[in-house]
């Protein structure tokens, strides 16, 4: 029997990564003072301060570089007994030396450390619904926070909704030594990656993998296994991985969403994903056996 947590618990953007160091604020008041560890983030990057060839995170008192441009910061929870706090930099602020933004994205080639990336894709997280929860979806009424929830209630209609993520899943097709890889179009030349897409209303997984894996490849897939799972906040996916085995249909590319679609010998194939996605951690874990 199975009982090991899947090691892609410790993935960037998983918040297990941070361990027990880190306290969400969800069950509790936030300090009357925000004052602390500060998530600042604009664009989809991290502002933080280089030190010594590392990063680390502001600290203190609201730092001058939100002067009143954005709107009050959000607590995020405690790091080691530190309140962390979130904000929304403008885009087209200039940050004041000192300061440096650090892309947030994996395949943009981020620095970031896995403890800051976990952590400034939560504060995307809450930014982005923060920014898309404020009206009832049902009746347009400004909503109302719920005490110790990021969930929003409609004080009209008595609507109430909670941050939404979406499950993707995302899957690696293998046929004895080889993978079926893909790449969609715009990737970095000789970049490929495995199939994914979105849970259909009234699919359960394996059949939300099995339909993604003929629709984009036409390939009919078996045996599938989940193999672990993802938070991905860009903006709001939770990728959910499985391995499965090729059981026939003719490789078939479809060119509305793919630029290309190959098998690939699993010990020699091409430029992978970043080591900080699930489907990196799929291939270098799965490929092979
Ligand atoms: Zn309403």
Known sequence: METRTPLSVYLPFNRECLGAAFVPAKHAPP???????????QSQGLVVVPDGG???????EVPAV????????????TLEGTPCWVAAVPAE?????GFHRETLVPMQGTRLPDDLLSLGGMA?????????SG?????????????????????RCAYEHYPHLHPAVIVLVKDGDRCLLTRKAGWTPGRYGLV????????????????????EVGLDVTDLRYVGSQNWPFPSQLMIGFVGRYAGGELTVDRDELEDARWFPCDDLPSRPSRHSIAGFILDRYARR
């Open 135 to 155: 009206y009832c979806p049902r009746c347009g009424a400004p909503t109302e926070r719920i005490a110790g929830e990021w969930g929003k209630r409609c004080p």
């Open 196 to 215: 994914a897409g979105f849970v259909d209303n009234g699919e359960c997984l394996e059949g939300a993998a099995r339909r993604e894996v003929k629709e």
């Open 93 to 97: 602020a200039a940050l004041p030396s």
């Open 66 to 77: 939100l002067d009143g441009a954005v709107g009050p910061p959000l607590c995020l929870g």
């Open 124 to 132: 995307m997280q809450a930014l982005h619904w923060q920014g898309t």
């Open 31 to 41: 300090p009357a003072e925000p004052r602390g560890r500060w998530l600042l983030v």
């Open 54 to 60: 590392a990063f680390r995170l502001p600290e203190g």
